[in-house]
């Protein structure tokens, strides 16, 4: 077994449950971990045997996209198509919604979504 890590995948949506979040959009970070058997991978040497780092930040840029009035709904679809990718075993997610409308100060609001096959 292996574990991909791709961290701080920094974009702007438009997810939120206030209409003004649909207008204004926000700042988010996403966070993703793959588990994978690399066995034939660190034999091969060839990207065919491996999971493609490129296609999991392509499903996040892609479902990131596509409005959410919550993060968890977001991360759902962005788990359940990287579960489709070649080679993956599971999957975790993490949106982080940076500057939510909330009169509060805390350090991090985020969800962590996770599936497997």
């Known amino acids: 077994m292996g574990l991909i890590s791709i961290e701080g995948i920094k974009l702007f949506a438009y997810h939120g449950d206030l209409p003004e979040e649909a207008i204004l959009g926000g700042h988010f970070v996403v966070n993703v971990w793959v588990t ?3 066995s034939e991978v660190k034999k091969s040497d060839k990207l065919k045997d491996a999971v493609d780092y490129v296609q999991i930040t392509e499903v996040v840029k892609k479902e990131m996209q596509i409005r959410s009035e919550m993060i968890e709904h977001v991360a759902g679809r962005i788990v359940a198509k990287i579960l489709l990718l070649n080679k993956v075993d599971s999957v975790k997610v993490e949106v982080e919604k940076k500057n939510p409308p ?7 609001i985020s969800v962590l979504v996770e599936g497997e096959n």
């Open 36 to 38: 994978t058997n690399m």
């Open 102 to 108: 909330i009169d509060l100060n805390f350090n991090k």
